[in-house]
């Protein structure tokens, strides 16, 4: 999520100095209105909408996944730049930002049928490049797996992956016991308390509640921190985090598993050079890290090799989020993997 990315960098990128003035310009913020209020409210299922934003036009259309807990917003640096190129969309899972109350588990295999109804409803037909973030990555691979006459491309932004969690316990011995339990127990006091409302500043606010985004408008600060302090936002949260943490949508992408031909695809990784030279957390071990990094390089690299055009990039200066610390990174990807998907079919 991205209200507990303590560990990621917040500056985007270096600061500009005017040769006039020697005075640096201020770090850039997501500021476009679209991302503080629903835009189009789709139906994917009788008397559920979930909130989707698209802008610009052409084909093939990009389409972006957040990842945990997020809503589309995380793409304000991204969409609006490949939006000049062709018709780009966001849009916010079930339960999450503008989008109506989840009416079942989070799950890979129903954010996936919801997406894929969700375009469909709306009218945006394929071909799609899809753009996935974290557990929107996990998602992505899913939806490419299922529906891979209609996905052209894809570019995966620091992905979930369907060996995590077996990482985790590896990593941790009593993973499921402790650190999966103690995670759920936190969630349900936070559901619990949103049904009677928070008190602003106590312990459990801190907890439950983002805090201001740095590299937000105060708009959008203020339009996601009502949401989150309503049941339907605590809800999915809660339930997209035992679906990806308790390996059920893992199970779901490893049992849709397929390569993927020629479709050029690209994966993204955060700095771990960076990541291997913070303390350690709490109950963390250097051999906990050395397995977990070795996990996510393994199957980042494993996600490349499905396609004959998949490429692994490793990313500078970034953390997690790195469609927020390094979005230029992330939008040369995409438009590789657009000229790419032009070049294939003009042959």
């Not at 799950?107 to 071909?127: E, F, M, Q």
Request: some cysteine; overall charge neutral; hydrophobic content about 35%.
């Amino acid at each position: 999520m991205r209200c507990r990315k303590t560990s990621l960098s917040f500056s985007l990128m270096a600061l500009a100095f005017s040769t006039l003035h020697a005075q640096a310009a201020k770090q850039p913020v997501i500021d476009d209105g679209h991302y503080a209020k629903a835009q189009r409210m789709v139906e994917v299922a009788h008397g559920r909408r979930l909130n989707l934003f698209c802008v610009g036009s052409g084909s093939p259309t990009v389409v972006f996944d957040s990842g945990l807990g997020d809503e589309s917003s995380v793409w304000g640096f991204v969409q609006p730049v490949i939006a000049k190129r062709t018709r780009t969309c966001s849009y916010d899972r079930a339960g999450i930002g503008f989008s109506d109350p989840a009416t079942r588990p989070g799950t890979s295999a129903n954010i996936v049928d919801d997406l894929h109804k969700l375009l469909v409803n709306a009218g945006i037909r394929g071909p799609y490049v899809l753009v996935g973030h974290s557990y929107g990555g996990l998602n992505m691979l899913l939806f490419a797996s299922l529906y891979r006459s209609e996905v052209v491309g894809m570019v995966a932004v620091d992905p979930a992956n369907e060996k995590q969690v077996e990482a985790m316990r590896q990593a941790f011995p009593d993973y499921d016991s402790k650190l999966l339990a103690s995670w759920l127990r936190q969630h349900d006091a936070c559901i619990k308390q949103s049904e009677t409302g928070f008190e602003k500043g106590t312990p459990l606010y801190k907890q439950c509640i983002t805090k201001p985004d740095d590299t937000m408008s105060d708009a959008i600060n203020s339009a996601h921190e009502a949401l989150y302090v309503k049941p339907a936002y605590q809800k999915a949260l809660a339930s997209e985090l035992k679906s990806v943490r308790g390996g059920v949508s893992e199970d779901e992408v490893r049992a849709a598993h397929r390569d993927f031909g020629d479709m050029p695809l690209i994966v993204l990784t955060r700095d771990l050079d960076r990541d291997r030279k913070m303390p350690l957390g709490p109950g963390e071990t250097k051999e906990s890290r050395k397995i977990l990094q070795g996990n996510w390089i393994q199957m980042h690299d494993e996600l490349a090799s499905r396609s004959t055009r998949g490429q692994s990039q490793m990313v500078a200066n970034t953390g997690h989020y790195i469609q927020l610390d390094q979005p230029n990174a992330v939008i040369s990807a995409i438009e590789t993997v657009l000229d790419e998907v032009s070049s294939k079919s003009a042959q």
